[in-house]
């Protein structure tokens, strides 16, 4: 299983940088536009704990409205970043459901790792001078007796 190492929010805008354009939209930022001093703040307004998990960069900020449910953002384009996050955020913040917002490239990684499409976001994302779709992508966790 891949392992997850904190990062702190210098850090992550660095891997995110690094990243380049399977960054854009992670956690509602977008490395692309935005300075690193920009993403920090970013990051640290919107409560993000962001991961290192292999080569990939992987987050979740919390829904403030259902605190078990986290929204989450990998820059994989593999599946095993996804599922490592999600087996801890099951297992050590008892989080119940996670949430997806993904342009259609970068589905691959949440539906390898079992979330299930529920919607579209017409035009919600704005890159490269036009509006972009977003995929909705939502998965329970499994509850374990």
């Known amino acids: 299983m891949t392992e997850l190492r904190p990062l702190s929010p210098a850090e992550a805008a660095e891997g995110l940088r690094r990243a380049g354009d399977a960054a854009r939209g992670f956690l509602g930022t977008d490395p692309v536009t935005q300075n690193d001093a920009l993403l920090?703040?970013?990051?640290?307004?919107?409560?993000?704990?962001?991961?290192?998990?292999?080569?990939?960069?992987?987050?979740?900020?919390?829904?403030?409205?259902?605190?078990?449910?986290?929204?989450?953002?990998?820059?994989?384009?593999?599946?095993?970043?996804?599922?490592?996050?999600?087996?801890?955020?099951?297992?050590?913040?008892?989080?119940?459901?996670?949430?997806?917002?993904?342009?259609?490239?970068?589905?691959?990684?949440?539906?390898?790792?079992?979330?299930?499409?529920?919607?579209v976001l017409p035009g919600h994302h704005y890159a490269g001078h036009a509006f972009h779709d977003v995929l909705v992508l939502v998965k329970e966790a499994s509850c374990r007796s």
């Open 40 to 119: 920090v703040r970013e990051l640290t307004a919107r409560g993000a704990q962001v991961y290192a998990a292999g080569g990939a960069v992987v987050g979740c900020v919390p829904n403030r409205a259902q605190p078990r449910q986290a929204y989450v953002s990998s820059t994989s384009a593999g599946p095993e970043p996804v599922r490592a996050l999600l087996g801890h955020l099951t297992a050590y913040q008892r989080r119940t459901s996670f949430v997806a917002l993904v342009p259609e490239q970068g589905a691959a990684a949440f539906l390898g790792a079992g979330f299930t499409r529920t919607g």
